[in-house]
């Protein structure tokens, strides 16, 4: 019952490759993070919106893709002495460039086919696309892991995922799952320490930290008609990016470029707070993963937000906050296997339960 989960982010800064025990239990068994190479993460990153020779730059970045996951489930398999023989399938999310439900469809690359070969282990892929057709947003995926992982937690609680994006878990005794995307996590943080120090992330939330919330632009972005809709919901770096905070910026007087990351911080934690106290007024935890989940100020907003919830990383309850997602598509790839139904009808709107993923057998 060996599973290899792979996880690559709209953060773009990496691939999680997670080997993981899947019995009476999910067992995370052992971890691997293989960064993602600067030039790889750009041609990525160029093929979220519309471009030039896409089809062939495309597939040109699903092969590097492919082979450095190879590289880190290779590497995985070295450090615990495990053979390709002993894992039944290896779930790869695959990297997504596009994603709009709205018109059908979903788009994540990563040359399943390759990656097969490469490996020589079954890979079960395109976890998204059979919701989508049933009428689902093909996002989140996760509530149905955290559903059955979590099934012995307190109730209601709330397990949020703050990856590039933010989306929440909602958990309530003799209820079904509920859960949605909230909007932005860490992607505007991101985009915009990266557009103007050239670091990757603001550690710790320090930069944030150290500004003020300019009340104009955190009043501006919470317009964003996203933010009113209630769910099934879902977004993606089709609508918050780096182009949409510049074109509010660039309505606005001068703002202090620290003030605008503590202004992102706010926003993402309100955001965030919001939309679960609106679907769950009751809630009394908040347990996090992620990256997101090693932002302290960010988490100092939220707990602040949510005065009457605890707040804080899964580690507290023994499930790794960094490993959460790659687990996740591991235990996916064993639904597939095993004909078991892995979306939420209530969480994406698809039309009924359906058995998601597509098998390349080894």
Same mark, same amino acid.
């Given at each position: 019952?060996?599973?290899?989960?792979?996880?690559?982010?709209?953060?773009?800064?990496?691939?999680?490759?997670?080997?993981?025990?899947? %019995?009476?239990?999910?067992?995370?068994?052992?971890?691997?993070?293989?960064?993602?190479?600067?030039?790889?993460? @750009?041609?990525?990153?160029?093929?979220?919106?519309?471009?030039?020779?896409?089809?062939?730059?495309?597939?040109?970045?699903?092969?590097?893709?492919?082979?450095?996951?190879?590289?880190?489930?290779?590497?995985?398999?070295? %450090?615990?002495?495990?053979?390709?023989?002993?894992?039944?399938?290896?779930?790869?999310?695959?990297?997504?460039?596009?994603?709009?439900?709205?018109?059908?469809?979903?788009?994540?690359?990563?040359?399943?086919?390759?990656?097969?070969?490469?490996?020589?282990?079954?890979?079960?892929?395109?976890?998204?696309?059979?919701?989508?057709?049933?009428?689902?947003?093909?996002?989140?995926?996760?509530?149905?892991?955290?559903?059955? @992982?979590?099934?012995?937690?307190?109730?209601?609680?709330?397990?949020?995922?703050?990856?590039?994006?933010?989306?929440?878990?909602?958990?309530?005794?003799?209820?079904?799952?509920?859960?949605?995307?909230?909007?932005?996590?860490?992607?505007?943080?991101?985009?915009?320490?990266?557009?103007?120090?050239?670091?990757?992330?603001?550690?710790?939330?320090?930069?944030?930290?150290?500004?003020?919330?300019?009340?104009?632009?955190?009043?501006?972005?919470?317009?964003?008609?996203?933010?009113?809709?209630?769910?099934?919901?879902?977004?993606?770096?089709?609508?918050?990016?780096?182009?949409?905070?510049?074109?509010?910026?660039?309505?606005?007087?001068?703002? $202090?470029?620290? %003030?605008?990351?503590?202004?992102?911080?706010?926003?993402?934690?309100?955001?965030?707070?919001?939309?679960?106290?609106?679907?769950?007024?009751?809630?009394?935890?908040?347990?996090?993963?992620?990256?997101?989940?090693?932002?302290?100020?960010?988490?100092?907003?939220?707990?602040?937000?949510?005065?009457?919830?605890?707040? $804080?990383?899964?580690?507290? +309850?023994?499930?790794?906050? %960094?490993?959460?997602?790659?687990?996740?598509?591991?235990?996916?790839?064993?639904?597939?296997?095993?004909?078991?139904?892995?979306?939420?009808?209530?969480?994406?709107?698809?039309?009924? +339960?359906?058995?998601?993923?597509?098998?390349?057998?080894?």
């Amino acid at each position: 019952m060996l599973y290899i989960g792979i996880m690559s982010g709209t953060s773009l800064d990496g691939i999680d490759i997670s080997l993981v025990d899947i %019995d009476s239990q999910c067992r995370l068994v052992a971890s691997h993070y293989v960064p993602m190479p600067p030039q790889l993460k @750009l041609e990525l990153l160029s093929l979220c919106s519309s471009g030039a020779d896409e089809i062939n730059r495309a597939a040109l970045a699903e092969q590097k893709w492919a082979r450095l996951a190879a590289q880190g489930v290779a590497k995985i398999l070295a %450090d615990t002495h495990t053979s390709a023989e002993q894992i039944r399938a290896i779930g790869s999310h695959g990297q997504t460039i596009r994603h709009e439900p709205a018109q059908q469809f979903t788009v994540q690359i990563g040359s399943p086919a390759l990656l097969t070969e490469l490996t020589d282990i079954c890979v079960v892929t395109d976890f998204r696309s059979r919701d989508v057709a049933a009428g689902g947003q093909g996002a989140p995926l996760v509530p149905a892991f955290h559903e059955m @992982l979590f099934q012995q937690q307190a109730k209601p609680c709330a397990i949020l995922n703050i990856g590039g994006f933010s989306n929440v878990t909602l958990l309530a005794e003799q209820q079904e799952t509920y859960g949605f995307d909230c909007g932005p996590g860490n992607v505007l943080m991101d985009a915009w320490i990266e557009h103007k120090k050239n670091t990757p992330f603001d550690k710790d939330g320090a930069w944030a930290a150290s500004g003020t919330v300019s009340q104009t632009l955190l009043n501006t972005m919470l317009q964003e008609p996203f933010l009113a809709t209630q769910g099934p919901k879902s977004t993606g770096r089709e609508l918050f990016n780096l182009t949409w905070l510049q074109s509010l910026l660039a309505q606005l007087e001068s703002i $202090a470029d620290h %003030d605008v990351q503590a202004t992102l911080c706010e926003f993402t934690a309100q955001s965030i707070a919001e939309s679960i106290i609106l679907a769950q007024a009751n809630t009394q935890a908040v347990w996090v993963c992620g990256g997101g989940a090693h932002n302290k100020e960010l988490l100092g907003r939220l707990s602040y937000l949510m005065p009457t919830c605890t707040v $804080a990383s899964t580690d507290v +309850l023994g499930v790794s906050a %960094d490993w959460m997602e790659a687990m996740a598509f591991a235990w996916l790839a064993h639904c597939c296997l095993e004909s078991i139904p892995s979306n939420r009808p209530t969480v994406t709107g698809a039309n009924g +339960l359906r058995i998601l993923g597509a098998i390349y057998p080894a």
